[in-house]
C-alpha cells in the first residue's frame, strides 16, 4: 500500500467519526510557529465569544497526528508574558521571545527601548526551561502601515543584543525584504547560533541567500499557495527545511495550487455552529501540519516518513538541543 493510500484511509476514518477516534499516529512533527495565545483557540473572535474554549481538543488534534512539540510564537513583550504562562501549563508547548517587525513601534512607544528590550530578558531568565528561541523579529516592508521601515531596520538590529546575550536559535521574520534582511543577517552573523525564516513565501534566489547564510527555512500553507511558492520550495534541501502551520493563519485552501496533494481532511463546522470533534472552518490549528507534510512530499516526489523524519531531527536538534 502506498503511503497515500494509507493516509487516505486513516483520514476517511477520521471523518466518519467525527473524530472521536484517534488517528493512526504514523509520523513525529514539532510545529515551530503557532500563535496559540490568540483568542479564537478559546472561542472569541474580535471580541465575541462564538463557541466555547476548545483549546484542551485542539492540542488533542495535533497530538493525534503525531504532533510532539509545538512552538507558540510571541511578537510583543505582552504576547511573551501571554505565551511564557501558557507554556508553563502545558509540558510539550515552548515560546520565542522578541518583537515582530510590525510591532517594532512598541519599544519607542515604551519610551524607554533598552527598558523594553531588558523586561523581555527578565522574562526569558524566569522561563528558561521553555523559552527556545529569539523572535519573532526581522522585516516585513509589505505592511510598512503598522511599522515605518526606518524603524524595523533600527530594532531588527537591536535585538541582537538579545541574542547575543541569550546564546539561543533565530526566529526570523522577513517579507519583501530580502536585501535588507540578508545584510543585517550578514552584519550580526558571528552572533547566531543557527535560525529559521519563518513563513518563507519568497524567490529561489532569496530561499539561496537565507541558505547561503546557514539558515533553515519554514513551511507552512501560506508558503504554498501557488505554483511558483511549490517550485521555489522543491529547491530546499531536505535537510534544511522545518514545518509549521502558523495558526490560525495560513491554512491550505481549496484554491491554493497545493490543495491538489493534501490527503488528510478534517471535518469542520462554521464558528457559530461549532460542535465537539469538528474544527472551525477556516480558522487553521496544528493539527493540519499533516497536510503541509504531504504537499512537500508529493511535490518533491520524496518518500513522506522519510521526508517527516528529516524534518523533525531539524528541528529537535536545532531548538532543542538533540537528536532523536
Known amino acids: ?152 531596520l533600527k530594532y531588527f538590529e537591536k535585538q541582537f543584543e538579545m541574542v547575543e546575550q541569550l546564546q539561543l536559535p533565530l526566529f526570523l521574520h522577513s517579507r519583501a525584504a530580502g536585501h535588507d534582511f540578508a545584510a543585517i543577517i550578514k552584519r550580526h552573523r558571528d552572533k547566531i547560533k543557527g535560525g529559521v525564516v519563518h513563513s518563507f513565501t519568497g524567490t529561489k534566489e532569496e530561499a539561496a541567500e537565507i541558505l547561503d547564510q546557514g539558515l533553515f527555512i519554514g513551511i507552512n500553507g501560506c508558503s504554498l499557495k501557488t505554483q511558483d511558492n511549490i517550485d521555489v520550495m522543491c529547491t530546499v534541501p531536505s535537510d534544511r527545511i522545518m514545518l509549521e502551520t502558523d495558526a490560525p493563519w495560513c491554512d491550505i485552501r481549496n484554491t491554493h495550487a497545493s490543495s491538489k496533494f493534501v490527503q488528510t481532511q478534517f471535518p469542520t463546522k462554521k464558528k457559530e455552529k461549532m460542535e465537539k470533534g469538528f474544527m472551525v472552518k477556516s480558522r487553521n490549528e496544528p493539527a493540519t501540519i499533516i497536510q503541509v507534510l504531504e504537499v512537500l512530499a508529493a511535490a518533491r516526489k520524496e518518500d513522506i516518513s522519510d521526508l517527516s523524519n528529516i524534518v523533525f531531527e531539524n528541528t529537535e536538534k536545532m531548538f532543542f538541543g538533540k537528536e532523536s
Not at 22 to 33: A, E, H
Request: net charge neutral.
Open 1 to 152: 500500500m502506498l503511503w497515500w493510500q494509507r493516509i487516505s484511509i486513516y483520514s476517511v476514518y477520521q471523518h466518519r467519526s467525527n473524530m472521536a477516534a484517534p488517528m493512526k499516529k504514523v509520523f513525529k512533527f514539532i510545529d515551530i510557529g503557532a500563535n496559540l495565545t490568540d483568542p479564537v483557540f478559546r472561542g472569541i473572535y474580535r471580541g465575541k465569544r462564538h463557541h466555547e474554549d476548545d483549546f484542551v481538543d485542539m492540542l488533542k488534534r495535533a497530538k493525534d497526528v503525531g504532533m510532539e512539540k509545538i512552538m507558540v510564537t510571541a511578537g510583543c513583550l505582552r504576547d511573551a508574558e501571554e505565551a511564557t504562562k501558557l507554556v508553563q501549563e502545558h509540558e510539550n508547548l515552548y515560546t520565542t521571545i522578541g518583537c515582530h517587525p510590525t510591532r517594532c513601534g512598541e519599544f519607542e512607544k515604551s519610551g524607554d527601548p533598552d527598558g523594553y528590550i531588558n523586561k523581555l530578558l527578565d522574562i526569558a531568565a524566569q522561563n528558561k526551561e521553555k523559552i527556545v528561541a529569539v523572535g519573532e523579529f526581522g522585516l516585513d516592508y509589505d505592511r510598512l502601515q503598522f511599522c515605518p521601515k526606518e524603524t524595523q
